[in-house]
């Protein structure tokens, strides 16, 4: 799911919660096994052509943001983001959903190359290291929707964003001890097979694929973080709003 549209994280967070892992530790080990992941899938874009030299700077972009978020982790308001995150989240499908214009593709962009690289993918990066799930889908939505690539071409360059980012994050994370090594190198294995099958489907099927994947994982994963007990929306319906 992750390699075609983003959004893995959405999934494995929650399951490291439910196992009982502290949040630090919770999102350091998340930074692991999403590593292999995004690293499969970017390695078979790669190989397959959709990731030239020049798109590098994405990387150190990506990269540098993350780092920056994960030094930031303890002064950011955690509760504030998993609130906001659901409707974010909408946001993603609602555009997607909506935009007949993404396809295989490109079209004009609204930002410089330069630009962007200096704002949108540095701040997307920065969101990855302080919390992590949904960066797959926002990397995407802005390659797609700012810079106007088409759907493999803004795929591919997510994974790329998203393997920089989870490797700085990680690293900076690891200097402070928040690894759980064993259970995210567990995970890391499932998630390089998984990534590899996603990667070749979404070269394979492109926008086809890709867009109502994006539209179907950002509505389900708002509505999952939503419906979570402690969150605003499940607390006011339970207390009959």
């Known amino acids: 799911m992750d390699a075609v549209a983003g959004g893995g994280g959405l999934l494995t967070v929650p399951a490291l919660v439910l196992a009982g892992i502290d949040p630090r530790s919770l999102l350091a080990t998340n930074k692991l096994q999403g590593c292999f992941g995004t ?3 970017t390695a078979a874009f790669a190989r397959a052509g959709h990731l030239p030299l020049g798109s590098w700077p994405f990387a150190l972009a990506a990269a ?3 780092v920056a978020g994960a030094l930031a982790l303890d ?3 955690q509760r504030a983001i998993s609130v906001a995150l659901p409707f ?3 946001g993603v499908a609602a555009y997607f959903a909506a935009s007949p214009r993404f396809g295989d593709e490109g079209r004009p ?3 410089s190359r330069p630009a962007f690289l200096a704002t949108v993918v540095p701040l997307v990066g920065f969101y990855d290291g302080v919390f ?4 797959g889908s926002f990397y995407m939505a802005g390659l797609a929707g700012v810079l106007g690539f088409g759907a493999v071409k803004a795929t591919a360059h997510t994974k790329l964003c998203n393997v920089a980012s989870n490797l700085a994050g990680l690293a900076t ?3 402070g001890g ?3 090594w064993t259970v995210g190198l567990a995970m890391g294995a499932s998630s390089f097979v998984g990534a590899q099958v996603g990667a070749r489907l979404a070269m394979r099927h492109g926008a086809v694929l890709v867009k109502p994947l994006i539209v179907t994982i950002s509505l389900a994963l708002a509505a999952k973080l939503a419906f979570t007990p402690g969150h605003p929306v499940h607390d006011a319906i339970a207390a009959g709003w």
């Open 39 to 41: 690293t499969s899938a």
């Open 64 to 66: 540098a943001g993350s």
């Open 75 to 77: 002064h950011m308001p």
């Open 88 to 90: 974010v989240l909408l």
């Open 109 to 111: 962009r609204l930002l």
């Open 132 to 135: 992590g799930p949904g960066a």
């Open 173 to 175: 994370l690891a200097l």
């Open 178 to 180: 928040h690894v759980i």
